[in-house]
């Protein structure tokens, strides 16, 4: 009853209906595009694509980009040169003085850099459209088929692939300003969900064929899933509040400051992107190899390349641990927090403003980071443990990884924004008790 309730009370917020049918008909429109080959390409002749992105990172890709990879779609590329560039741009602000001092100079800096960020993001997308149509002339020649020749074919190619990931980008824009959520991580979610329904089906029709306790066994994987599902919920909201209290002030007649604060610290601060780098820089390697080898692989890279080994995913949940703390440090600065505090009067109970506050803050910092990143790479590895307990490949993918971690970080953001609209208006929230929290770890805005 409290369910119907709260949809009524959703429903009748007119703004908030108008986003979620606009978030709505955007997304119809991604997944249209998701079936719409490259002109020129037969769909027939894909067999073998869908046959290498049925497992591996081609699969997670395939994931990411909501099947469009498989399909050879004009949206095969997706969003993720968009996502790669920004990433690059970020370390290049941290790294450069330049950069930041543009990311200073307030909305016109923000404009230059993201101005930036789209022109890297295309010459990515020429560089990935070449990779993909070489890659999909040789899985198509496995079958006896090619793609059209021509010089001419692979340029046109190329422009449609990139200009439908920028459309992709822009749909994304869109949603962020005129729907609910993020409307980037939302496209991805959107790609990651939309093979769930496929995966649920296939594996409970695989237990089911099973000569006794299929059922049984689908159920428990159904039950672990969730479980999983409410660890990844704990990493993401996961905070350290540290307390702050700030220096009274008498200007004239009025009073200002006195009041207590916290500062939230999040236990895993750099979210999925230890994740990203680490499969980024364990994929390397394999495929220079891969092109040198000349087909022979030894058996040390034959673990490398089984991604339920016991040394790829040691050396996996190792770098996740590395690239946390590097992540967590250029992201999280304490000694410009620990300037703010004392150019505010503020200052930690205890703690000497300045140098300690300093220090105070990277010792906090050490110690949630290390469990955060435990965590992290745990998650990461789950999809090893799963295949190796028998679940299939799409199915094993929802139990940990980037895939999970970004699912659920968006779904919670979108939950906080819609409970916003509710709260602002009057009405009850989602959930009984309390808030819920984003992947900033604060409580909704209103």
Do not use: C
Not at 107 to 135: C, D, H, P, W
């Amino acid at each position: 009853m409290r369910l119907i309730n709260t949809i009524k009370n959703i429903w009748k917020i007119e703004d908030l209906r108008k986003r979620i049918l606009i978030t709505m008909l955007y997304v119809t429109v991604y997944l249209f595009g998701t079936y719409v080959v490259i002109p020129g390409v037969d769909p027939k002749d894909l067999t073998g694509l869908a046959k290498q992105t049925s497992s591996g990172l081609m699969a997670l890709l395939d994931m990411f980009s909501g099947g469009a990879f498989s399909n050879a779609s004009i949206f095969a590329l997706g969003i993720m040169p968009y996502i790669s560039a920004s990433i690059v741009m970020q370390l290049v602000a941290i790294v450069i003085p330049s950069f930041q001092k543009m990311q200073r100079e307030g909305e016109s800096g923000r404009r230059k850099i993201n101005q930036m960020t789209r022109y890297l993001t295309v010459i990515i997308l020429v560089v990935q459209g070449f990779a993909y149509l070489t890659n999909l002339e040789m899985q198509m020649r496995e079958i006896g088929a090619s793609l059209p020749a021509g010089f001419w074919f692979r340029i046109q190619s190329i422009i449609i692939m990139a200009a439908g990931s920028m459309f992709v980008l822009w749909l994304g824009e869109r949603i962020t300003d005129k729907g609910i959520g993020n409307g980037i991580s939302f496209i991805i979610m959107i790609g990651i969900i939309n093979r769930l329904p496929q995966a649920l089906v296939q594996e409970f029709s695989s237990r089911m064929n099973e000569q006794a306790g299929g059922l049984v066994m689908f159920l428990l994987e159904i039950l672990f899933l969730l479980l999983v599902i409410a660890g990844a919920i704990m990493l993401v909201q996961g905070t350290r509040r540290i307390p702050v209290q700030y220096a009274k002030r008498i200007v004239g007649n009025k009073q200002y400051g006195g009041a207590r604060q916290y500062i939230p610290l999040k236990v895993n601060a750099a979210n999925v992107m230890p994740i990203i780098f680490a499969q980024a820089i364990m994929f390397i390697p394999i495929t220079v190899y891969g092109m040198f080898s000349g087909g022979q692989v030894s058996s040390f890279w034959q673990a490398f390349m089984n991604n339920t080994s016991f040394v790829y995913n040691f050396v996996f949940f190792l770098m996740i641990l590395a690239f946390t703390y590097f992540y967590t440090a250029i992201t999280i600065n304490p000694t410009q927090m620990a300037d703010d505090l004392k150019r505010n009067n503020g200052f930690i109970p205890g703690i000497k403003p300045g140098k300690a506050t300093k220090e105070y803050l990277d010792a906090i910092m050490d110690r949630i980071t290390l469990p955060g990143a435990i965590f992290l790479g745990i998650v990461a590895i789950f999809p090893a443990f799963a295949r190796i307990a028998g679940i299939s490949q799409a199915f094993s993918q929802f139990f940990g990884g980037t895939s999970l971690l970004i699912m659920v970080g968006v779904i919670l953001d979108t939950l906080q924004q819609v409970e916003s609209h509710l709260l602002m208006r009057h009405y009850d929230g989602l959930l009984k008790s309390g808030r819920i929290k984003g992947r900033s770890g604060a409580v909704a805005a209103y």
